[in-house]
């Protein structure tokens, strides 16, 4: 097979209800290959009709059908059978992730399955580990339990940046817990859905517990307003994010909302800068050309190392090769379309206007006419309040800031709207604790990024409410009940 080609069985449909039905009108979104800008598919645009009818049986399933009834035992023998299937589908979702995002493919094909058949497996092992049902004794004396129920029909609506990982912590727990859903994937990265509901057919998963649409922003506002939807998780934006909990919120609908991030890397005196630069620019470079939310993009170093910190960065950016994500000998890819590309152009432009000192980079690179690509860039001397280091630029975009101390290096960690990751490069291990507690992060890693969904993860301010992975990301999609007999 020709790594560049996407194959669907269905793209011309819908799935919903267990079956691909005709959509109520013959719009398509047209998927875009970012690194050759040819289009490489089209899928069926969904319209207001079409997201009723998803819910609709999302709903018939949740009421009258089977799955919220079987044991999570029972849940999780299907659960295991879609890791087993998408595990076998590894290198398709790695393909596609490429194709539509721009991720090296060496990253990716190795990586993809730590996420989707990952969470799968992580999930069908709770049914045996949580406890759904607890038996307690009340203040009076009387026989009492507590019980987690699923939260009902849920709404997911996965962002364009990892569709497929994402979709993954979402579906897992909501299945295991007992819930049905409604899966709106996005119309620039659509595919990684399509396979999903593939397999759910070739495994004769239940009809209406998964149901997969793409569709905009305005139909998918319908999934958030709607009244038979009972919970909303949502992965993007924080300003669409606002929106969503607006929404939800006036109609009290449960919500999980991963949101963005401006994380810091805090380098404390005694840890070596060519180390940490190498770790820092490695790593960020070259997963995803950046557009991951929890990147580490404000590096906080010592006034003194300043210099050879911002030196060693931008010599790491100038030799990593950027170019098509299946070439075994590129580093990092291009953005996912047009549009990102030119957000990170106008971040670049004010961060140059606002004082910041550029590097490197900065610009389209000149031996690629074709794709989404774009240099990797540094700026040195970031004032931490301008905009570059305060907003999420979602591109190969790192700030190196000078920090007066330790203290003042913790208080513009802290001196942002957002708290979704963080790292501290010490090598000392108690400090490294001391320091990560006083980070106000959803995730602290240790002289690295070390995030982990198996753990949980979420974010503190605008990064989010809630948290996925872990325990705490299948309490997302339960409710808790009090039973006290007489």
């Not at 267990?18 to 047209?30: I, Y």
């Not at 319209?47 to 089977?66: Q, V």
């Not at 991030?261 to 950046?290: C, H, M, Q, R, W």
């Not at 990024?449 to 979420?458: A, K, L, N, Q, Y």
Request: aromatic share 8%; with cysteine.
């Amino acid at each position: 097979m020709n790594q560049r080609s996407i194959s669907l069985k269905h793209p011309d449909r819908l799935f919903i209800g267990g079956r691909w039905v005709e959509p109520s009108t013959q719009e398509t979104f047209a998927v875009i290959d970012c690194s050759t800008e040819d289009v490489v598919a089209k899928v069926a645009k969904a319209s207001t009709p079409d997201m009723h009818r998803a819910i609709a049986a999302a709903r018939e399933a949740f009421d009258h059908g089977p799955w919220p009834r079987l044991t999570p035992q029972e849940r999780a023998v299907w659960l295991e059978k879609l890791a087993e299937r998408l595990e076998a589908m590894n290198d398709e979702f790695a393909r596609i992730w490429s194709i539509e995002t721009g991720i090296v493919y060496k990253v990716a094909q190795p990586r993809i399955g730590l996420f989707i058949s990952g969470a799968f497996r992580q999930y069908a092992a709770m049914a045996s580990t949580f406890s759904f049902s607890e038996e307690h004794r009340s203040v009076t004396g009387n026989p009492a339990w507590r019980v987690y129920e699923p939260v009902g029909v849920v709404g997911q609506i996965i962002p364009w940046n990892g569709p497929a990982g994402l979709m993954a912590y979402k579906t897992a727990p909501a299945l295991l817990a007992g819930c049905t859903m409604v899966i709106k994937s996005p119309p620039e990265a659509p595919c990684s859905a399509y396979l999903l509901a593939e397999i759910c057919e070739e495994i004769g998963f239940p009809a209406g517990v998964i149901n997969v649409l793409t569709a905009d922003r305005d139909v998918s506002e319908e999934l958030v307003r709607h009244p038979d939807v009972d919970k909303i998780t949502f992965t993007g934006s924080t300003a669409a994010g606002r929106k969503i909990a607006s929404i939800a919120g006036d109609r009290m609908a449960r919500m999980t909302l991963e949101l963005g991030g401006k994380s810091p890397a805090v380098i404390l005196d005694d840890y070596d800068i060519e180390t940490a630069a190498n770790t820092l620019g490695n790593a960020y470079f070259g997963y995803n050309t950046g557009q991951i939310c929890h990147s580490l993009t404000r590096v906080i170093v010592p006034r003194a190392k300043h210099d050879q910190m911002a030196e060693a960065l931008s010599d790491i950016a100038r030799r990593i090769v950027v170019g098509d994500p299946f070439n075994p000998e590129t580093t990092s890819g291009p953005l996912a379309s047009a549009r990102q590309r030119e957000t990170v152009e106008r971040y670049v432009a004010k961060g140059i206007a606002e004082g910041g000192k550029l590097m490197t980079g900065g610009k389209r690179p000149a031996h690629l006419e074709k794709g989404f690509f774009f240099e990797p860039t540094v700026f040195a001397n970031v004032d931490n309040r301008s905009t570059i280091a305060q907003e999420e630029i979602f591109g190969p975009v790192l700030c190196v800031i000078p920090a007066d101390s330790e203290a003042d290096a913790i208080r513009m960690a802290n001196d942002t709207p957002f708290g979704l990751n963080a790292a501290v490069f010490t090598n000392d291990r108690e400090k490294a604790l001391q320091v990560a507690r006083q980070i106000r992060s959803g995730t602290v890693g240790h002289n690295g990024p070390r995030t982990d969904f198996s753990i949980g993860f979420g974010g503190f301010k605008q990064s989010g409410v809630g948290r996925e992975g872990g325990v705490e990301g299948l309490l997302a999609f339960m409710e808790s009940k009090t039973i006290v007999l007489a």
